[in-house]
């Protein structure tokens, strides 16, 4: 990219940039959430920690990426957090995963069967290894990128993504998916 | 015999991250070895359907409470969103305009068996005037105040400008439409329409309409079009911006 970097930090982000990348941060927090309106506070909580933060980052590098990387962090201290809670005060025991995947395939788009079987499947997953798999399949980051998301060698990255898919694989080879449709 | 193909190998092949030399000799195994190349289609078409299942999620209408967190700063740097846009920064503009009395008319086409859609009228709007050298618009944007203040007359709710001028469109001016209504160069077109009843499709629709793409979308009573020449991921980001300030503008009382 051949864009000229200011001479000094800009004390504030490129809004329209920002609005720009509200889709995908969205998209992101639910897939690491597995919950439509749990994704939107984390990405509430995303773009306060992001506003606080704003001296860090550095004009024409990846505001994508960088997002990404403090949603990450955001989570995984949420996500440590409701846990001990629950821990605390485990009356429900929903061991695992605070809260759960309840992401579905809406009606409409219902007859596209197989698509809503693989966002069942990666639901199942562990959430860094979702993490990697959507981060590089679908939002299509280098590696290295991944890695300084997750703050993880690269390494790890890779072999998270493998995990992925090979469960993936074995998901849908064993089981003929019993398909949940939840509306 | 091959060098045998390791997974990670695999996955950075088929996701494009393997320098070129390295990919071509992993291309070659693959080939090689009907199992490999199972495998990796397998993979390519996994890839192919979690994009399908998640890009929806893209064209979702966003949250006011989201566009407010992403831009409650205080100040608005301008030029430095310039920059990001180069594509729009030249010779850009944005109309607005509003369809009244569109329903009846909407009404009488669609007897003539000319089914007119609110997007369709967006792009043809947009196709008619933008394009117009000498009278784009009825009031020009050196007047934007008595413009929206008449054009919320005529359409009895109050109507707001967005300001653009960060992402490098300026206000030309405004319009009163009420039929059918083409437009070209770098010039991008809001539609507001007042609707009777509330209605439930509030998610950004796209559709293009004779070369003019359109995202158009319902908030409060109030459907919304805009239109332009520029291509789908483009527009859909000032779509969003679109909303966002309306948003903005409508929440905070003058």
């Not at chain 1, 690491?32 to 909580?45: E, F, M, S």
């Not at chain 1, 981060?135 to 072999?159: C, D, F, H, K």
């Amino acid at each position: 990219m051949a864009l000229a970097r200011p001479p000094a930090v800009p004390h504030t982000l490129p809004n329209p940039d920002l609005v720009a990348a509200l889709p995908r941060l969205r998209r992101y927090a639910r897939v690491l959430t597995g919950d439509i309106n749990r994704a939107d506070d984390l990405v509430q909580d995303t773009l306060a920690r992001a506003w606080e933060k704003r001296s860090l980052w550095q004009a024409g590098s990846d505001l994508r990426a960088w997002l990404f990387t403090i949603m990450h962090n955001v989570h995984v201290n949420q996500y440590a957090m409701r846990k001990r809670r629950q821990a605390e005060s485990s009356l429900d025991g929903d061991e695992d995963t605070p809260g759960g995947w309840q992401i579905a395939v809406r009606a409409t788009q219902s007859d596209r069967v197989e698509l809503a079987e693989v966002l069942v499947q990666i639901g199942r997953l562990p959430v860094e290894q979702r993490e990697v798999l959507i981060l590089a399949a679908v939002e299509e980051l280098r590696y290295e990128e991944i890695a300084r998301v997750q703050g993880v060698p690269i390494g790890t990255v890779m072999s998270r993504l493998n995990r992925a898919r090979e469960k993936l694989r074995r998901m849908s080879a064993d089981a003929p998916a019993p398909l949940k449709v939840v509306k | 015999m091959s060098v045998p193909v390791s997974d990670d190998d695999l996955n950075a092949y088929v996701d494009g991250q393997l320098p070129p030399e390295r990919a071509a000799r992993v291309a070659a195994d693959v080939e090689g070895d009907p199992a490999f190349a199972a495998r990796a289609a397998a993979i390519r078409a996994h890839n192919a359907q979690l994009r399908d299942a998640l890009d929806p999620w893209l064209s979702e209408p966003l949250p006011r409470e989201l566009i407010g967190a992403a831009t409650s700063s205080k100040s608005h740097r301008r030029g430095l969103g310039r920059r990001l846009w180069p594509v729009l920064a030249t010779a850009a503009s944005l109309c607005i305009g509003v369809a009244l009395g569109w329903l009846i008319r909407g009404e009488v086409l669609q007897q003539a068996g000319t089914p007119v859609t609110f997007q369709r009228q967006a792009a043809l709007t947009h196709a008619l005037y933008a394009t117009d050298a000498n009278r784009p618009v009825e009031i020009w944007a050196n007047e934007e105040e008595r413009l929206v203040r008449w054009l919320s007359k005529r359409l009895s709710f109050q109507l707001h400008a967005p300001n653009l001028s960060d992402v490098g469109f300026a206000l030309v001016g405004g319009r009163l439409v009420a039929g059918n209504e083409k437009p070209d160069k770098q010039r991008i077109s809001l539609l507001v329409r007042k609707d009777g009843e509330h209605s439930h499709e509030t998610g950004f629709r796209y559709a293009l309409e004779d070369g003019v793409g359109v995202f158009y979308w319902i908030d409060d009573n109030c459907g919304y079009a805009l239109s332009g020449n520029l291509d789908r991921t483009q527009l859909l980001s000032i779509a969003h911006l679109v909303y966002g300030r309306l948003a903005a503008l409508e929440s905070t009382p003058k």
